[in-house]
T-cell receptor
Framework: KAGVTQTPRYLIKTRGQQVTLSCSPI?????VSWYQQTPGQGLQFLFE???????NKGNFPGRFSGRQFSNSRSEMNVSTLELGDSALYLC??????????????FGPGTRLTVL | QKEVEQDPGPLSVPEGAIVSLNCTYS??????FMWYRQYSRKGPELLMY????GNKEDGRFTAQVDKSSKYISLFIRDSQPSDSATYLC??????????FGSGTKLNVKP
């Protein structure tokens, strides 16, 4: 069974631009969560999507948004990029809502660099 | 104060040593406790999870939770060079958000 895939793996953008990252969960998984990982802050939860609806949200500004499609694939968008948005963005999939499942399977991440 | 505190290391041990990795937390509402391993340029992978206090063993790995002290540990017996990675603790509250530690980098020397 294929794992979680994320595209692109690496991205370089400049301040003020916007970016869209993509995540394909494991087949049959319906929940997708997004995290930001930085050396200083560690892994921080961005949001969780289930059945095309955002079910949970972390403490990030509105510049960070996401969506989920009917096939469970998810995208996250960051608008008006700032230098501090440079990070590894990880997607994790789960069979169902993380309320009911403790197992999340992570993708390899997208390394975003903002210049 | 962060919800979850974890010593970033790095922790360097010889092959065969017993490794102890720890996290402390401040929110008594956390019920589920997890340990992830993350190799360089990879996403985290779940090693173990426990519910509430107690011990759980899986091969060379033992997870321990002490809710009264708000302290969790992961022990690795007979450590191997292949165990060299960053270890992240994570915990979940009743609102189903995961909170992660910043990770401890472990290096097991042959």
């Amino acid at each position: 069974k294929a794992g979680v895939t994320q595209t692109p793996r690496y991205l370089i953008k400049t301040r003020g631009q916007q970016v869209t990252l993509s995540c394909s969960p494991i087949s049959g998984h319906r929940s997708v969560s997004w995290y930001q990982q930085t050396p200083g802050q560690g892994l921080q939860f961005l949001f969780e999507y289930f059945s095309e609806t955002q079910r949970n949200k972390g403490n990030f500004p509105g510049r960070f948004s996401g969506r989920q499609f009917s096939n469970s694939r998810s995208e996250m968008n960051v608008s008006t990029l700032e230098l501090g948005d440079s990070a590894l963005y990880l997607c994790a999939s789960s069979l169902g809502l993380t309320a009911d499942y403790n197992e999340q399977f992570f993708g390899p991440g997208t390394r975003l660099t903002v210049l | 104060q962060k919800e979850v505190e974890q010593d970033p290391g790095p922790l360097s041990v010889p092959e065969g040593a017993i490794v102890s990795l720890n996290c402390t937390y401040s929110n008594s509402a956390f019920q589920y406790f997890m340990w992830y391993r993350q190799y360089s340029r990879k996403g985290p992978e779940l090693l173990m999870y426990t519910y509430s206090s107690g011990n759980k063993e899986d091969g060379r790995f033992t997870a321990q939770v002490d809710k009264s002290s708000k302290y969790i540990s992961l022990f690795i017996r007979d450590s191997q060079p292949s165990d060299s990675a960053t270890y992240l603790c994570a915990m979940k509250n009743n609102f189903n958000k995961f909170y992660f530690g910043s990770g401890t980098k472990l290096n097991v020397k042959p």
